[in-house]
């Protein structure tokens, strides 16, 4: 038996367990195999009976003296099991008639598990196993040593798909299958003091001791991560290979104009960065690189300077954005500073249509040279002339198909940049994306105010809207962000609503409109130009304002609900103020009923304004899924590794691949062994560039 075995093959496992074992992702032999125990109890130690100690943990051995079926009041079935030195009881309630069958007096037992007292020492539902005359302590499975307990949900005990179905099915399922093919040479395992693949599976399921347990698990851990490091590398070594039929080279003088008009200098982390991107669009081999900077750290320039040497040399630049409102902020930046340097740019939006035919062929013939839109850049209908750039911002929004359709669609080899303001921790931003350099901007303007972040209870929100009127009579613009648009059963307070009452309200002197995703695009960009303009100074939006909204006038914020937000989004929302000279307050008020641990965590985020301290107290909390989105992130889906429990893990296996690519031939034969071991891993071969 293989690992591509179906389930039906193993005894034990008929159709309608095997269908719900595959509603849990249990298909095959490997699925069943790669099912990892949660956690382990340790019943290697085997008490005398006398010893056994009420509410404490035993194991004991003993010979089954009486068994019964109490009827009365609630079903039981009772035994009791003496061994030298005393006798216990063992309790079972509920379906009581099939213990009749297993247990019968005269039998050698294993009891497991908490002693209770009541007239007598007993056990109550214990873990049992029954010794035939040939079988010795090493046979136990459930009892006398490291016992694994498995992920459970109500639908597998239903089932009767238990801990003790899954330690049976495994323990017959070693017994049966083919050797598992070992992707390392024996020189290599010895070196590191690994245990064989096979070997560490079987310890994983069948640890002799917690410590075993724990290194056959990172065993597995470092396999993993060092398959995402090995494809990763062989990735970015066949983008290296790949010679761009648009090399750039620095001329022109666009930048220089560019930068003289700027009214401050650029900070020198921007031109470190700047620097980072020419060199590297001047090379023969196409640009792969990830720009990540904090919210308000200048990340825009330094792409309308990357798509401006695009320009210089003759070739268009496409910037790519998740969202119509950022594309059409884009475009706003966009054409404020290229308009006086002459150079044409459009921006695609799937809501607008006008004009269409003779702007796609403008972009066909090379007319247009900056293309800013979003997912509709990727439809059939749009045709490039020469394309020498592409930008995609918040790259971890988009999917990784649709960047590869973007790529495709290009034809050729181009230089690519991705921008992301989600902090993420360098190591783990090396591992997502290894196949693409970094570049981080890591210093803000001189010119940017102080935020104050403070959590406030409910009870003073007629304080904090106070507040709010003094900041707007000063001249200053004030957001209020709520989580819904309208009322929903969880009872957050919903825009619309919140909206109404304000305008007839606390802030009824004060002329203020309403945003949120379901507002016509065209309003919504009448609405942000008169906020800039001041002539609207408040705006009640949902997280529609979350990215790409600049407005320097903007000083408070207040956020309703906000225990409803990741911490990742509520440091997205409060980049949105502070981006002038003034001081800027972000304001948080949570519900009633909000938990002390959701509490604990956005007092940290009142505490600092670091975006990488704040990811990684959001990644701890909500973990790698749901903080960069399941299926659209490219987040490597891992069956064993933690993304941020094992960061000293990802380290050290990049050394050891250096050491393993130094020592050992990369053949056909090992290439074969990573791609089979790969899909095992659940690593997505698009991703990983496999084949």
């Not at 070594?237 to 790949?242: F, G, K, P, S």
């Not at 303007?445 to 000063?474: D, H």
């Not at 909500?622 to 000293?648: H, T, V, Y």
Request: charged residues 25%; hydrophobic residues 40%.
């Amino acid at each position: 038996m293989d690992l591509y075995s179906p389930i039906e093959e193993l005894e034990g496992i008929g159709p309608k367990r095997a269908e719900i074992l595959k509603i849990h992702g249990i298909h095959t032999v490997q699925d069943l195999l790669f099912y990892l125990p949660r956690k382990y109890l340790d019943r290697s130690t085997f008490h005398k009976i006398r010893d056994c100690r009420p509410d404490e943990q035993a194991n004991v051995i003993g010979c089954v003296t009486s068994v019964q079926i109490i009827r009365r009041g609630r079903p039981r079935f009772k035994l009791f099991v003496e061994d030298e030195t005393g006798k216990i009881g063992a309790l079972w309630f509920g379906r009581v008639g099939p213990y009749r069958y297993i247990f019968k007096k005269g039998d050698l037992i294993v009891l497991c598990g908490k002693i209770s007292v009541y007239k007598e020492k007993q056990f109550i539902h214990p873990e049992y196993e029954i010794l035939d005359e040939e079988a010795s302590q090493d046979d136990l499975i459930h009892t006398g040593k490291i016992i694994p307990l498995y992920p459970l949900t109500e639908e597998l005990r239903e089932a009767q798909l238990t801990h003790r179905f899954f330690r049976r099915i495994l323990k017959n399922l070693f017994s049966i299958l083919d050797p598992l093919e070992e992707i390392f040479p024996p020189p290599f395992l010895q070196k590191h003091r690994f245990h064989s693949l096979e070997t560490s599976l079987r310890e994983i399921h069948y640890p002799q001791t917690m410590e075993s347990a724990s290194a056959a698990k990172k065993r597995l851990i470092h396999l993993e991560l060092f398959l995402i490091s090995f494809l990763v590398s062989q990735n970015k070594a066949r983008q290296r290979a790949i010679i761009k039929p648009n090399q750039h080279q620095l001329k022109g003088n666009l930048r220089d104009q560019f930068i003289q008009r700027l009214p401050y200098s650029l900070t020198k982390a921007q031109e470190r960065v700047l620097q980072e991107i020419w060199q590297e669009m001047c090379r023969p081999y196409p640009m792969n690189r990830l720009l990540q900077g904090d919210v308000g750290t200048g990340k825009t320039l330094v792409a309308i300077l990357a798509l401006l040497l695009s320009v210089e040399n003759g070739s268009q630049a496409v910037l790519m954005a998740p969202t119509e409102i950022l594309a059409r902020q884009h475009m706003n930046t966009l054409k404020q500073w290229l308009d006086p340097l002459g150079v044409p740019l459009v921006c695609l939006l799937g809501s607008e249509k006008k004009g269409e035919p003779e702007v796609l062929e403008q972009i066909k013939s090379g007319v247009i040279q900056v293309i800013v839109g979003t997912h509709v850049i990727l439809q059939e209908r749009v045709q490039f002339f020469r394309v020498g750039l592409v930008i995609i911002d918040e790259q971890h929004k988009f999917g990784v198909n649709q960047r590869r359709i973007l790529s495709q669609k290009v034809g050729y080899p181009v230089d690519k940049l991705m921008m992301t303001a989600t902090p993420i921790p360098r190591t783990l931003a090396l591992t997502l994306y290894g196949d693409l350099d970094l570049s981080i901007i890591d210093e803000s303007p001189k010119n940017r105010g102080t935020v104050i972040t403070a959590l406030r209870s409910p009870k003073a929100r007629a304080s904090i809207y106070t507040f709010v009127k003094e900041q707007i009579e000063q001249g200053y613009r004030a957001y209020i962000i709520c989580p819904a648009i309208r009322l929903s059963r969880n009872g957050v307070l919903a825009v619309e609503q919140h909206f109404s009452e304000l305008k007839n309200g606390v802030l009824k002197d004060f002329p203020m409109e309403l945003i949120h995703g379901e507002i016509n695009p065209s309003k919504q960009d009448e609405i942000f130009r008169l906020f800039k303009e001041g002539r609207i100074p408040l705006i009640v939006a949902t997280t529609i304002i979350e990215v790409g909204i600049d407005v320097p006038e903007a000083s408070v914020m207040v956020i309703e609900n906000a225990e409803q937000f990741g911490l990742a989004q509520l440091h997205q929302l409060r980049g949105r103020i502070g981006r002038g000279p003034q001081k800027g307050y972000c304001i948080l008020i949570c519900g009633k009923t909000t938990e002390t641990e959701a509490l604990q965590r956005i007092e940290q985020f009142c505490s600092t304004t670091d975006g990488f301290q704040i990811a990684e107290i959001d990644l701890a909390a909500r973990g790698p899924g749901e903080f960069f989105g399941e299926k659209q992130s490219g987040l490597p889906a891992l069956r064993f590794a933690d993304l941020l429990k094992d960061l000293q893990l990802i380290e050290s296996c990049k050394k050891d691949l250096e050491d393993f690519q130094q020592q050992f031939s990369i053949n056909s034969s090992f290439w074969n062994k990573i791609e089979y071991w790969a899909k095992h891993f659940w690593i997505e071969d698009e991703m990983m560039g496999i084949g």
